[in-house]
């Protein structure tokens, strides 16, 4: 195996350890298969998986970024840039989840949460704390 390939493989699977559904539950397989829709097959995803496939095209890693939702270009990145994608992603994760529940209150109350957050921007302001982005 080349490099390439087992970069590719580990890639693939810190996807499968990092990036979960709302619940914090990992993908399985299956639903990897099934949410490429089509695309790839449960023997070429564990080809991918442990290294064996060589060169997946482009509609392969293409579906695979869409479903993990990172960028294609994580596939072709060094560690360091690989981690901070996937830092970027889980935040957008976690973004999405905030405005999808603040979807379902009014807007008074999702005033008062904005104020929350406000309150607490100011907090750590002043106590010297900064937020990581």
């Not at 890639?11 to 990992?26: H, I, M, R």
């Not at 579906?63 to 294609?72: G, K, M, S």
Request: aromatic share 10%.
């Amino acid at each position: 195996m080349t490099d390439t390939e087992i970069d590719f493989a580990k890639k693939l699977n810190t996807l499968f350890e990092t990036k979960t559904k709302l619940d914090g539950s990992k993908y399985t397989q299956e639903e990897v298969i099934q949410g490429t829709n089509g695309v790839l097959t449960r023997a070429y995803l564990w080809k991918l998986r442990t290294g064996r496939a060589k060169n997946p095209g482009f509609n392969i890693v293409q579906a695979l970024a869409d479903f993990f939702d990172v960028d294609i270009n994580y596939f072709r990145v060094s560690e360091d840039e690989e981690k901070a994608l996937l830092e970027k992603a889980q935040r957008s994760r976690l973004v999405s989840e905030v405005a999808l529940r603040a979807s379902m209150y009014s807007e008074e109350t999702v005033l008062a949460i904005i104020k929350m957050m406000e309150y607490i921007e100011q907090h750590r302001k002043d106590t010297g704390k900064s937020e990581e982005t």
